[in-house]
T-cell receptor, first 113, second 112 residues
Framework: GEDVEQSLFLSVREGDSSVINCTYT??????LYWYKQEPGAGLQLLTY?????DMKQDQRLTVLLNKKDKHLSLRIADTQTGDSAIYFC?????????????FGSGTRLLVRP | EAQVTQNPRYLITVTGKKLTVTCSQN?????MSWYRQDPGLGLRQIYY???????DKGDVPEGYKVSRKEKRNFPLILESPSPNQTSLYFC???????????FGDGTRLSIL
């Protein structure tokens, strides 16, 4: 079945760029998402990309997709302390009739002042 | 403000006492879904609904029921809760099934 994997932890200094990585296994065309979860809050949709795209940029966020390696990354430019949160990568198989999202276990980003 | 609202946010209860977690969205979304989040297991889909009166099982439906009588509401019902249903629950909705899903703030349930 599908699987999504992420590293568990990333620590960066304020003002640096953060790169959060994700790998997925689904070989069919798919949608890929990045969600942010702050303590006590729900999942906030940050951005998404379809697997026929290589890159998507939205303000400080850049998503890069390497379809051959099934590797997705989220780059946050000029990382701020408010970016500290857990970031989830998720994929959705368009052939799955439940339209469910398959989530990774999340990467905890800590931004040091 | 467009949002998905869950209630309650926190609940501690005992085994066997029926409970309902409500979910309401104000965006006229067709698709709604429930997930549970557990350490080491990520988020797993419990039930989903394509539209009013159309619901179906997700990956972990045992012990849960849902209903979709109105487009905006999608309650999650635990008829006889057990400790293994202690978890963080999220409701999500999207305009259509193939559109990005928006999540509520979560409901933390503890079943003693």
């Amino acid at each position: 079945g599908e699987d999504v994997e992420q590293s568990l932890f990333l620590s960066v200094r304020e003002g640096d760029s953060s790169v959060i990585n994700c790998t997925y296994t689904d070989s069919s065309s798919t949608y890929l998402y990045w969600y942010k979860q702050e303590p006590g809050a729900g999942l906030q949709l940050l951005t998404y990309i379809f697997s026929n795209m290589d890159m998507k940029q939205d303000q400080r966020l850049t998503v890069l997709l390497n379809k051959k390696d099934k590797h997705l990354s989220l780059r946050i430019a000029d990382t701020q302390t408010g970016d500290s949160a857990i970031y989830f990568c998720a994929e959705r198989d368009p052939m799955d009739s439940s339209y469910k999202l398959i989530f990774g276990s999340g990467t905890r980003l800590l931004v040091r002042p | 403000e467009a949002q998905v609202t869950q209630n309650p946010r926190y609940l501690i209860t005992v085994t066997g006492k029926k409970l309902t977690v409500t979910c309401s969205q104000n965006m006229n979304h067709e698709y709604m879904s429930w997930y549970r989040q557990d350490p080491g297991l990520g988020l797993r889909q419990i039930y989903y609904s394509m539209n009013v009166e159309v619901t179906d099982k997700g990956d972990v439906p045992e012990g849960y029921k849902v209903s979709r009588k109105e487009k905006r509401n999608f309650p999650l019902i635990l008829e006889s809760p057990s400790p293994n249903q202690t978890s963080l629950y999220f409701c999500a909705s999207s305009l259509a099934p193939n559109q990005p899903q928006h999540f509520g703030d979560g409901t933390r349930l503890s079943i003693l």
